[in-house]
């Protein structure tokens, strides 16, 4: 993720990523009480771009606020912010990874301190470019009545790294999760659509964290006439779906082949899927100047 040369953006100035210290009497090290975001940026025919950066800085306050972080960052700084740190890193097509922590503080009270990092790094397709195997996990999502769902905290991802591990150590590329009502609520990192008789479908929000590919891949099924629906549904209608596919900043578009071995009908190259994967691909790379013209 860094070498000797790698720069991060900190409270406001640039250091070197191996020069720069963490307390280890964080409230967020020890009990995840930090929030997060993962954002990409590609190079586009005449610029990089910051894929929907001001929506995921956005999230990222409301995260914070949400668990009662002080947020006190301007977001269209730390836009900029993201710019400059890619361009000091060289980099075009990569992973930004802003966090914002707490520390010192071993009480369970409100932060003492708070920071803001920013790192980024070159990453490939988070969950490779082949159909994913899926299982359906033992663990469910967390209640909304025990934690801020919406929000993308530290923590939650125990969750996320438990489900991921159960389903590698049973031989599956990724799980699926389920709500803590049985409901199919969402992948580990990644939001959940099927299709079936030619429309979409995908869990509604309230049980899940807001995605922003999912609210791009919604904008996208728009303009080319694909019908959407969300709601609450449950695993057992999965049996007669045509296709799926998971969405996420990290892995993007990328097709589902088979549910605990229980394969979708139809090939990925006749999904709905592959056609959203492909517009999304190509909305990513155009350059906001590009964008700006298409919405005049
Ligand atoms: N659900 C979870 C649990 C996630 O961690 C992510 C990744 N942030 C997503 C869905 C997809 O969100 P986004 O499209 O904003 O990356």
Same mark, same amino acid.
């Given at each position: 993720? #860094?070498?000797? @040369?790698?720069?991060?953006?900190?409270?406001? $100035?640039?250091?070197?990523?191996?020069?720069?210290?963490?307390?280890?009497?964080?409230? $967020?090290?020890?009990?995840?009480?930090?929030?997060?975001?993962?954002?990409?940026? #590609?190079? $586009?025919?005449?610029?990089?771009? +910051?894929?929907?950066?001001?929506?995921?800085?956005? &999230?990222?306050?409301?995260?914070?606020?949400?668990? =009662?972080?002080? /947020?006190?960052? =301007?977001?269209?700084?730390?836009?900029?912010?993201?710019?400059?740190?890619?361009?000091? =890193?060289?980099? $075009? =097509?990569?992973?930004?990874?802003?966090?914002?922590?707490?520390?010192?503080?071993?009480?369970?009270?409100?932060? @003492?301190?708070?920071?803001?990092?920013?790192?980024?790094?070159?990453?490939?397709?988070?969950?490779?470019?082949?159909?994913?195997?899926?299982?359906?996990?033992?663990?469910? &999502?967390?209640?909304?009545?025990?934690?801020?769902?919406?929000?993308?905290?530290?923590?939650?991802? +125990?969750?996320?790294?438990?489900?991921?591990?159960?389903?590698?150590?049973?031989?599956?590329?990724?799980? *699926?999760?389920?709500?803590?009502?049985?409901?199919?609520?969402?992948?580990?990192?990644?939001?959940?659509?099927?299709? %079936?008789?030619?429309?979409?479908?995908?869990?509604?929000?309230? @049980?899940?964290?807001?995605?922003?590919?999912?609210?791009?891949?919604?904008?996208?099924?728009? %303009? *080319?006439?694909?019908? +959407?629906?969300?709601?609450?549904?449950?695993?057992?209608? *999965?049996? !007669?779906?045509?296709?799926? /596919? #998971?969405?996420?900043?990290?892995?993007? +578009?990328?097709?589902?082949?088979?549910?605990?071995?229980?394969? /979708?009908?139809?090939?990925?190259?006749?999904?709905?899927?592959?056609?959203?994967?492909?517009?999304?691909?190509?909305?990513? &790379?155009?350059?906001?100047?590009?964008? !700006?013209?298409?919405?005049?």
């Amino acid at each position: 993720y #860094y070498n000797n @040369n790698t720069q991060i953006y900190l409270d406001g $100035t640039f250091v070197k990523a191996n020069e720069s210290v963490t307390d280890l009497y964080g409230q $967020t090290l020890h009990y995840g009480y930090g929030v997060f975001e993962g954002i990409r940026a #590609y190079a $586009t025919e005449n610029d990089t771009r +910051v894929f929907k950066a001001k929506e995921h800085y956005d &999230r990222l306050k409301n995260s914070a606020e949400l668990i =009662n972080i002080p /947020f006190k960052y =301007n977001v269209q700084e730390l836009v900029d912010a993201t710019y400059k740190l890619l361009e000091k =890193n060289n980099l $075009t =097509n990569a992973y930004v990874r802003p966090l914002v922590f707490c520390d010192p503080n071993m009480s369970l009270a409100r932060p @003492n301190k708070v920071s803001i990092m920013i790192c980024a790094w070159e990453w490939g397709a988070y969950l490779g470019d082949k159909q994913l195997r899926l299982t359906v996990s033992f663990y469910c &999502r967390p209640h909304p009545r025990s934690i801020k769902i919406e929000a993308k905290v530290c923590g939650h991802y +125990v969750n996320s790294i438990l489900a991921t591990n159960e389903a590698k150590d049973k031989g599956y590329d990724e799980a *699926l999760l389920l709500d803590s009502d049985g409901y199919l609520a969402e992948g580990p990192g990644a939001n959940f659509f099927f299709e %079936k008789n030619g429309v979409l479908y995908t869990p509604q929000l309230g @049980n899940i964290l807001p995605g922003i590919t999912r609210a791009t891949v919604l904008e996208l099924a728009e %303009k *080319l006439r694909i019908e +959407v629906k969300q709601g609450l549904y449950k695993p057992e209608v *999965l049996v !007669s779906a045509d296709s799926a /596919f #998971y969405c996420g900043t990290a892995a993007e +578009v990328i097709g589902i082949e088979s549910i605990d071995e229980k394969k /979708f009908r139809k090939e990925w190259k006749d999904s709905l899927g592959l056609k959203l994967q492909e517009a999304y691909s190509e909305f990513v &790379r155009k350059s906001e100047k590009t964008l !700006s013209k298409i919405h005049a």
